[in-house]
């Protein structure tokens, strides 16, 4: 993830940005393995081989010819196309509120349902395993969420957040990427 270092615009994925693009007035996380945001001073997003990106034919990405896009075999990619996801998030605000027994919180996951491949609740960062992720029907609509068992935890504040993992196509094996 990437935020401006002077703190204007939203937290976004890296992987929108394209290739050879300067993060040096960014900071950057990575929730999978840090904690710490860190500057992007120095860093510029690596460009990608050509060979990954030849189409059929070697020309491009759909091999109608030479020059038609990043795997021209020039190296020369300054823009590219692409697919911003939303990220699953909380479907209604759950901050300041007292909370005991068991609750249903459902996720706004717009129409990405089908990709989900993991949600975790973390409790003041830490992974728990006081909930579970599920439907849940009410007024005749199927709500899909985190079910949470609050009476497990010891009276106190606790930050609560959502990490979802979801499959950014329909390939399998090493050819499936994760958001």
Known sequence: ???RADGSGSIVPLAIYPPGFDFSNFFIF????SADWFSGAGYIRP???????????GNGPTGDGPGDGPGDGGGSVTSGFFRVFHIPNWAFNVTNYTYDSSW????DFKDYRERVERVELLINGEPTAYAEYMPYASGGQTNWG??????????????IQLVTTLALNDETGRANFFL
């Open 1 to 3: 993830m990437v935020m």
């Open 104 to 107: 249903f919180f459902p996720i």
């Open 146 to 159: 985190l079910g949470i068992d609050f009476d497990r935890l010891a009276n106190g504040t606790y930050q």
């Open 47 to 57: 460009m990608p081989l050509a060979s990954s990106l030849d189409g059929p034919t």
């Open 30 to 33: 990575d929730p999978a393995t």
